[in-house]
Protein backbone atom coordinates (compact mmCIF):
# COMPACT_ATOMS: atom_id res chain seq x y z
CA UNK A 1 0.00 0.00 0.00
CA UNK A 2 1.48 3.27 -0.76
CA UNK A 3 2.11 5.97 1.12
CA UNK A 4 -0.69 8.53 0.42
CA UNK A 5 -3.45 6.02 0.50
CA UNK A 6 -2.00 4.86 3.97
CA UNK A 7 -2.47 8.78 4.93
CA UNK A 8 -5.87 8.89 3.56
CA UNK A 9 -6.53 5.54 5.48
CA UNK A 10 -5.70 6.81 8.51
CA UNK A 11 -6.57 9.98 8.21
CA UNK A 12 -4.84 12.26 10.24
CA UNK A 13 -4.39 15.72 8.53
CA UNK A 14 -1.39 16.60 7.92
CA UNK A 15 0.91 14.06 9.05
CA UNK A 16 2.01 10.69 7.18
CA UNK A 17 2.09 7.28 9.08
CA UNK A 18 5.38 5.97 8.97
CA UNK A 19 4.90 2.61 10.69
CA UNK A 20 1.97 0.79 12.37
CA UNK A 21 2.18 -2.48 14.59
CA UNK A 22 0.19 -3.96 17.41
CA UNK A 23 1.57 -3.72 21.03
CA UNK A 24 2.90 -6.21 22.93
CA UNK A 25 -0.76 -7.27 24.60
CA UNK A 26 -1.84 -7.30 21.10
CA UNK A 27 -5.23 -4.79 21.95
CA UNK A 28 -3.66 -1.68 20.58
CA UNK A 29 -2.56 -0.21 17.23
CA UNK A 30 0.52 1.62 17.83
CA UNK A 31 0.72 4.35 14.83
CA UNK A 32 4.22 6.08 14.35
CA UNK A 33 3.73 9.28 12.22
CA UNK A 34 5.49 12.21 11.34
CA UNK A 35 4.15 15.71 9.95
CA UNK A 36 3.85 16.09 6.23
CA UNK A 37 5.45 18.80 5.39
CA UNK A 38 8.69 19.69 7.80
CA UNK A 39 8.78 23.28 9.58
CA UNK A 40 11.69 24.13 8.63
CA UNK A 41 11.64 28.14 9.66
CA UNK A 42 12.61 29.29 13.26
CA UNK A 43 9.25 30.11 15.11
CA UNK A 44 10.92 33.52 16.79
CA UNK A 45 13.14 34.95 13.93
CA UNK A 46 11.38 33.34 10.68
CA UNK A 47 14.66 32.41 9.44
CA UNK A 48 15.81 29.55 7.55
CA UNK A 49 18.89 28.96 8.23
CA UNK A 50 18.43 26.11 10.87
CA UNK A 51 19.93 22.60 11.19
CA UNK A 52 18.64 18.85 12.40
CA UNK A 53 18.81 17.93 16.12
CA UNK A 54 17.28 14.43 15.95
CA UNK A 55 13.61 13.52 16.98
CA UNK A 56 11.74 13.84 20.00
CA UNK A 57 8.87 11.20 20.24
CA UNK A 58 5.04 12.15 21.75
CA UNK A 59 2.99 9.32 22.90
CA UNK A 60 -0.72 10.65 22.53
CA UNK A 61 -3.59 9.02 22.40
CA UNK A 62 -6.54 8.68 19.26
CA UNK A 63 -9.66 7.80 18.06
CA UNK A 64 -10.36 4.23 17.87
CA UNK A 65 -9.43 2.42 14.60
CA UNK A 66 -10.99 -1.02 13.24
CA UNK A 67 -11.76 -1.79 17.03
CA UNK A 68 -9.21 -1.18 18.17
CA UNK A 69 -7.55 1.43 20.90
CA UNK A 70 -4.95 3.54 19.29
CA UNK A 71 -1.58 5.00 20.08
CA UNK A 72 -0.47 7.32 18.09
CA UNK A 73 3.73 8.00 18.38
CA UNK A 74 4.79 11.49 16.85
CA UNK A 75 7.86 11.44 15.97
CA UNK A 76 8.96 15.26 16.33
CA UNK A 77 11.57 17.22 14.33
CA UNK A 78 13.55 19.17 16.46
CA UNK A 79 15.54 21.81 14.85
CA UNK A 80 18.20 24.82 16.26
CA UNK A 81 18.27 28.16 15.44
CA UNK A 82 21.47 29.19 13.00
CA UNK A 83 21.36 32.67 13.42
CA UNK A 84 23.36 34.19 15.87
CA UNK A 85 21.28 36.83 16.51
CA UNK A 86 18.61 34.91 17.60
CA UNK A 87 18.33 34.14 21.02
CA UNK A 88 16.21 30.71 20.01
CA UNK A 89 18.42 27.72 20.81
CA UNK A 90 16.27 25.30 19.99
CA UNK A 91 12.73 24.12 18.91
CA UNK A 92 10.11 21.48 18.09
CA UNK A 93 7.57 21.00 15.59
CA UNK A 94 4.14 22.15 16.71
CA UNK A 95 0.42 21.23 14.97
CA UNK A 96 -2.79 22.50 15.14
CA UNK A 97 -4.00 18.67 15.16
CA UNK A 98 -2.24 18.18 18.39
CA UNK A 99 -2.91 21.20 20.91
CA UNK A 100 0.25 22.43 23.12
CA UNK A 101 1.10 20.10 25.73
CA UNK A 102 -1.68 17.87 25.10
CA UNK A 103 -1.44 14.31 25.57
CA UNK A 104 -4.40 13.29 22.42
CA UNK A 105 -5.19 14.25 18.93
CA UNK A 106 -7.48 17.12 18.83
CA UNK A 107 -9.92 14.92 16.98
CA UNK A 108 -9.59 12.14 20.02
CA UNK A 109 -10.23 14.84 22.75
CA UNK A 110 -13.86 16.10 20.02
CA UNK A 111 -14.64 12.35 19.78
CA UNK A 112 -14.37 12.22 23.62
CA UNK A 113 -16.60 15.54 24.19
CA UNK A 114 -19.21 13.91 21.51
CA UNK A 115 -19.40 10.68 23.09
CA UNK A 116 -19.96 11.96 26.74
CA UNK A 117 -21.97 14.96 25.63
CA UNK A 118 -24.16 14.09 22.24
CA UNK A 119 -23.94 10.26 22.91
CA UNK A 120 -24.85 10.42 26.41
CA UNK A 121 -22.30 7.49 27.34
CA UNK A 122 -20.78 7.11 30.44
CA UNK A 123 -17.39 8.47 30.61
CA UNK A 124 -15.88 5.60 31.93
CA UNK A 125 -17.21 3.80 28.78
CA UNK A 126 -15.54 6.30 26.56
CA UNK A 127 -12.40 6.38 28.53
CA UNK A 128 -12.34 2.50 28.16
CA UNK A 129 -12.54 2.43 24.46
CA UNK A 130 -9.66 5.27 23.90
CA UNK A 131 -7.84 3.54 26.23
CA UNK A 132 -7.38 6.68 29.23
CA UNK A 133 -7.99 6.97 32.32
CA UNK A 134 -11.41 8.11 34.01
CA UNK A 135 -9.92 11.64 35.25
CA UNK A 136 -8.36 12.31 31.62
CA UNK A 137 -11.19 11.45 29.71
CA UNK A 138 -13.23 13.83 32.09
CA UNK A 139 -10.83 16.38 31.80
CA UNK A 140 -11.01 16.33 28.34
CA UNK A 141 -15.10 16.64 28.48
CA UNK A 142 -14.87 19.36 30.51
CA UNK A 143 -12.07 21.25 28.94
CA UNK A 144 -13.79 20.51 25.14
CA UNK A 145 -17.30 21.60 26.22
CA UNK A 146 -16.33 24.85 28.47
CA UNK A 147 -13.85 25.73 24.73
CA UNK A 148 -17.28 25.58 22.73
CA UNK A 149 -19.01 28.03 24.95
CA UNK A 150 -21.04 24.88 26.43
CA UNK A 151 -20.29 25.20 30.29
CA UNK A 152 -18.88 27.53 32.53
CA UNK A 153 -16.24 25.33 34.86
CA UNK A 154 -15.53 28.11 36.80
CA UNK A 155 -19.07 28.93 37.89
CA UNK A 156 -20.12 27.90 41.15
CA UNK A 157 -23.18 25.28 40.91
CA UNK A 158 -26.34 26.77 42.88
CA UNK A 159 -28.80 24.27 42.08
CA UNK A 160 -28.49 20.52 41.22
CA UNK A 161 -31.19 18.67 39.47
CA UNK A 162 -32.00 15.19 38.49
CA UNK A 163 -33.71 14.08 35.30
CA UNK A 164 -34.14 11.02 32.93
CA UNK A 165 -34.02 11.48 28.93
CA UNK A 166 -34.82 8.85 25.79
CA UNK A 167 -31.55 8.52 24.19
CA UNK A 168 -32.81 5.58 21.92
CA UNK A 169 -36.61 6.63 21.90
CA UNK A 170 -38.39 4.39 23.81
CA UNK A 171 -35.91 1.60 24.60
CA UNK A 172 -32.79 3.49 26.30
CA UNK A 173 -33.20 6.02 29.37
CA UNK A 174 -30.50 7.81 30.63
CA UNK A 175 -30.22 10.25 34.41
CA UNK A 176 -29.12 13.19 33.45
CA UNK A 177 -27.47 16.05 36.26
CA UNK A 178 -28.80 19.22 35.63
CA UNK A 179 -25.81 21.84 37.20
CA UNK A 180 -28.02 24.98 37.32
CA UNK A 181 -25.98 28.55 37.99
CA UNK A 182 -27.49 31.13 39.33
CA UNK A 183 -27.38 34.61 37.77
CA UNK A 184 -28.84 36.90 40.27
CA UNK A 185 -30.32 37.06 43.74
ZN1 LIG B 1 15.80 32.09 15.07
Known amino acids: MDDEVTSVLFGLRGFTPVH ?10 VVTVETATPVLACPDCGGLRTSSRGRRRVRLRDIPHGGRRVRVMWS ?11 ERKTFVEQHDQVGRRRRQTARCRKFVARQVGAESR ?19 YVAETAAAGMCDPDRPVT ?9 RRGRRYVTTWLKI ?3 SD
Not at 76 to 86: A, L
Not at 132 to 139: D, Q, V
Not at 159 to 167: H, I, P, Q, S
Open 159 to 167: WLGVDETAA
Open 76 to 86: KRQRRCDDGDC
Open 20 to 29: AAEDAEGGEL
Open 122 to 140: SVAAVAAEVGMGWCAANSV
Open 181 to 183: ART
